[in-house]
């Protein structure tokens, strides 16, 4: 199952809402309505058809490269994926190790199902294409992924999404080499983001660190959180340290597309294209209901 994640389901949503801009136009039946319809039908085609065009090219245009001769700039490149320190993340629903994950928790009220509660990781990961590793930020990337599980427990629903490791990698977007990687100045924070990432999952949190059990952190627990943090943090640094030279793979800073994903890019530009066609086709549609609509009498 393809999932688009980091920008939701855009092409779904938009052919939702132009299904209900037909139903709206047939149901009102007026001139005015006609034009309406058909007018914002074709411009929401115009700018999704722009929108999967560009990602299209972008897959099906950038050469794919070695991670230990890559040219600085925007490149592309696959392997396999690898935590970071040879530690992985773990699941907030499940406990499941992994390099990246998502969640969605609905609830059932009144027979509809309703949001809850979500959550998205941000920790760096590895690319391995055997000649080098490339540090990889999921921070600002589209993540493409087909690891999807969906469960009921009670009365409410849980969707995980994961990145697991040595699952192939591939990634779409700015690489840089940096001969020395100033990291003691980033300690502090990336200890505070830990910490808020891991105070996002209150049930988690409580299960690793409330020791008496009580219910609640309290300031000698919460020192036993922030000191497991200081840990992983200067793992994480110590290893990004041992390379003589950190390879990174980041969002670009001209807004290019930022793809990481789990799926074959081959395929990736395939479904790009479809629905590329598919909103040129609507776009075509949209346009033909406008001279129809100019045409029908006021």
């Not at 007026?30 to 929108?51: D, E, N, P, Q």
């Not at 998502?102 to 979500?118: A, G, I, L, Q, T």
Request: hydrophobic share 40%.
């Amino acid at each position: 199952m393809l999932v688009r994640l980091r920008r939701g389901y855009g092409n779904l949503v938009t052919s939702a809402a132009q299904l209900l801009l037909v139903g709206f136009a047939l149901h009102d039946g007026t001139r005015t309505g006609v034009l309406v319809s058909a007018f914002l039908i074709a411009l929401l085609s115009f700018f999704v058809w722009l929108s999967a065009v560009r990602r299209a090219r972008a897959i099906g245009d950038t050469p794919t490269a070695r991670v230990a001769s890559c040219a600085q700039g925007y490149a592309e490149l696959r392997g396999r994926g690898k935590p970071l320190g040879g530690l992985p993340l773990l699941s907030p629903l499940t406990g499941l190790p992994c390099l990246w994950y998502r969640y969605r928790v609905e609830r059932r009220e009144n027979d509809k199902w309703v949001y809850d509660s979500s959550g998205e990781s941000d920790s760096s990961f590895i690319l391995d294409d055997g000649t080098a590793e490339c540090l990889v930020d999921p921070e600002g990337a589209e993540m493409l992924v087909d690891r999807h599980d969906t469960w009921r427990q009670g009365d409410r629903r849980y969707n995980q999404w994961l990145l697991i490791a040595n699952d192939p990698l591939y990634a779409l977007g700015e690489f840089v080499t940096r001969g020395t990687v100033e990291l003691d100045q980033r300690h502090g924070e990336d200890i505070k983001a830990l910490l808020a990432e891991w105070k996002q999952d209150r049930k988690q949190l409580l299960a690793r660190f409330d020791r008496n059990g009580d219910g609640e952190i309290d300031l000698h627990e919460w020192e036993l959180a922030r000191a497991e943090a200081k840990r992983h943090v200067t793992k994480e640094h110590r290893e990004a340290r041992a390379h003589a030279e950190l390879h990174l793979m980041r969002a670009p800073a001209d807004g290019r597309l930022y793809l990481i994903s789990s799926l074959d890019p081959d395929r990736l530009a395939r479904r790009f294209r479809g629905w590329s066609v598919f909103h040129l086709v609507v776009f075509l549609a949209g346009v033909t209901g406008l001279a129809y609509g100019w045409g029908m009498p006021a």
